[in-house]
């Protein structure tokens, strides 16, 4: 069973913007294929999403070139392939491109063919997805944390802190957990206007994204609908506060509230949420290359909260090592498109699972309908998944199948 084929198109993504979708055929005639998600929050250290910068479409957002890419140089590289060795794949892609970052062909094509391959390897042989990735790991659900309010890169404007999210505890299963966090965001709209706060919109991913006049605010009515959904003590926070873009010149500015911190006044703040409010889960709470305050917030807040590096580990093996050995954080945010590969995502993740840290999959701010992630969230048994809130059908696809495949499990 060899790859035959590789084919790609231009698609949107669910803010409008280009991406592409592969297309794997095999020698047995099974064909699959793979949509790739694109960030708006990026990290300076992810690998390279290539764009066409042709002023004349999209605004220089298109990705022909990446297709070209798929069709041309990966598709010469991959026939003959055995399309069931993934790493194989992976590396050879990998070796095509030669650089670290994947800028020569784009880490959205390499990612597009690698999901697509691992697709179609799957059905070829019959077993789902999530049973064909996982290999010799041990699979499981994961626990959603789901977004409820938006602010930052998310939203037309407002609060810098990027997202509010809950995280279900203490249900019988997903399904169960599921209808409460939908009691909870509609408890969170309810919450907002009942306060006169002007609704902007649905955020990116699908979150409240009202117009509040400080991030705390955003806290206390998270906490205000969770207890008036009726789940309290069964619903606790998380924050994405994607630091590293409201920080300049070594410093953090919120400028909703006029306030200015240092990486110790961002600690403090942190804690004082902590102290005051549910929350157990902090991405992102300082920028992505401030590792001596990351060592000193693990040091404060990392026996009572996961501390989560997304644009300080950009899904690498290289910084999350660092990570590890520095004690800058606790947990690594795992996003596909990162890095570029199957095979280096779970890397990441089985890294992290040796030196005892946690790793949560997640989704991006510009999605698809591909419901891949969800297979990708079992398979690993990472035990945590971040796909966004229970509205767009981007969100949903990936919420369906964890229900299809929890059925089924």
Known sequence: MTIKTLRAWEILDSRGRPTLAVEARLSDGTTATAQVPSGASTGKHEALEL???????????????????????LQAALSGCPAEDQATVDRRMIAVDGTPDKRNLGANAILGVSC??????????????????????????PVPMVNIVSGGLHTLGGIEVQDFLVIP??????????????????FARRTIEKHGYALTGVADEGGWGPALD?????????????EASGCGGRMSIAIDVAASHF??????????????LDAAGMTDLLESWCDRFPVISIEDALDEDDWAGWKQL????????????????????VRL????????????????????????????????RAAG??????????????????????????????????????RLAKYNRLLEVERGM
């Open 51 to 73: 764009r066409d910068r042709d002023p004349a479409r999209y605004a220089g957002r298109g990705v022909l070139r990446a297709v070209a890419n798929v069709e041309g140089v």
């Open 116 to 141: 697509a391959v691992a697709r179609a390897a799957a059905m070829a042989q019959g077993v789902p997805l999530w049973k064909r990735l996982a290999g010799d790991r041990e699979p499981r659900m």
């Open 169 to 186: 505890h203490g249900f019988d299963s997903l399904a169960d957990s599921l209808e409460a966090v939908v009691r909870v965001h509609a």
């Open 214 to 226: 400080s991030n705390e605010r955003a806290l206390a009515i998270l906490d205000e609908a969770i």
């Open 247 to 260: 920080h300049r010149d070594g410093a953090y500015f919120l400028e909703t509230e006029g306030r200015r």
């Open 298 to 317: 693990t040091a404060r807040l990392g026996a009572r909260a996961q501390l989560i590096g997304d644009d300080l580990f950009t899904t690498n093996t």
């Open 321 to 352: 090592r660092r990570g590890i050995e520095e004690g800058a954080a606790n947990a690594v945010l795992v996003k596909m498109n990162q890095i570029g590969t199957l095979t280096e995502t779970f890397e990441v993740i089985d890294a992290a």
């Open 357 to 394: 840290w946690r790793a949560v999959v997640s989704a991006r701010s510009g999605e698809t309908e591909d419901s891949f992630l969800a297979d990708l969230a079992v398979a690993s048994g990472a035990g945590q998944i971040k796909i966004g809130s229970i509205t767009r059908s981007e």
